[in-house]
């Protein structure tokens, strides 16, 4: 059965896209959808405090793997405190706990 959705689930990926680029991650740069599959997989490996950049943009899938080396520059840009050191709670931002 599907769950309702709140309304504020519009925004979501944009509260998170947001959380990303202050913290210097520039993901959607490159990636059009954030929370596709392969956004998810990055950002939930960001999470668990992945910071190299080849592992990061390896995750990608698809029409993505043909951005790995922007998706690399993209990642690599960002500040070296990960999510977690941010106090980012993944339940607020969509991800997966």
């Known amino acids: ?7 504020n689930a519009p925004a979501r990926p944009q509260r998170l896209d947001k959380i ?3 913290a210097g991650v520039k993901l959607s740069s490159v990636a059009s959808d954030i929370l596709g599959k392969s956004g998810r997989a990055m950002l939930a490996a960001l999470v668990v405090g992945t910071t190299d950049t080849d592992v990061l943009a390896d995750l990608a899938l698809g029409k993505l793997r043909k951005k790995i080396p922007a998706l690399r520059e993209a990642l690599t840009s ?3 405190a990960s999510c977690g050191d ?3 709670d993944p339940v ?3 991800l997966p706990g």
Request: aromatic share 0%; hydrophobic share 15%; no cysteine.
């Open 86 to 88: 941010r106090g980012v």
């Open 92 to 94: 607020q931002t969509g």
């Open 78 to 80: 960002r500040q070296r």
């Open 1 to 7: 059965t599907a769950r309702p959705r709140s309304r």
């Open 20 to 22: 990303l680029q202050d």
